[in-house]
């Protein structure tokens, strides 16, 4: 098996326990679906650039959610409700910017595990891809 497909094959069922359980979007299969090329770097590459694509549709989710926590950041469902919507609002800042940076460091550190460059790219954005998903999951169920 070349090393890129088993790569994406372990990315798939084994990038942590959080974020395995997160299926990418039909969109992201249907890219790797359409990948032929001569080689593995041509292969890397191209799904390199679907797991990109993949993020930043997680991305455009992401901050669709943000934008509307960030409206009525209090609608937060069976938790306490903050009486103030700018403290909420500020908590909720406060909390991405959080979550952003524990995200961009463990997606970087995951990719490093990859020393081969390309590879490394891929783990890398499948990595961000995933959990940015899995965030946007997240605040959707919190704050429906």
């Not at 359980?21 to 679907?50: E, F, Y």
């Not at 990109?52 to 409700?81: I, S």
């Not at 909720?92 to 524990?102: E, V």
């Not at 959990?131 to 429906?144: S, V």
Request: hydrophobic content about 45%; aromatic content about 8%; overall charge positive.
């Amino acid at each position: 098996m070349k090393p890129a497909i088993f790569l994406i094959a372990w990315l798939t069922v084994g990038l942590s326990s959080a974020s395995a359980q997160v299926t990418l979007s039909p969109a992201h299969k249907s890219c790797l679906d359409r990948i032929s090329g001569a080689g593995n770097i041509v292969l890397t590459n191209k799904m390199t650039a679907c797991a990109k694509a993949e993020f930043n549709r997680q991305t455009a989710r992401l901050n669709q959610v943000m934008a509307r926590l960030m409206k009525d950041p209090t609608r937060v469902a069976g938790l306490h409700r903050y009486p103030d919507a700018a403290v909420s609002r500020k908590g909720l800042a406060a909390a991405q910017k959080s979550w952003t940076s524990f995200r961009d460091g463990q997606c970087a550190w995951y990719g490093r595990q990859y020393a081969r460059g390309f590879d490394s790219d891929l783990a890398h954005m499948i990595c961000m891809a995933r959990l940015t998903k899995a965030r946007a999951n997240w605040l959707t169920h919190i704050a429906p």
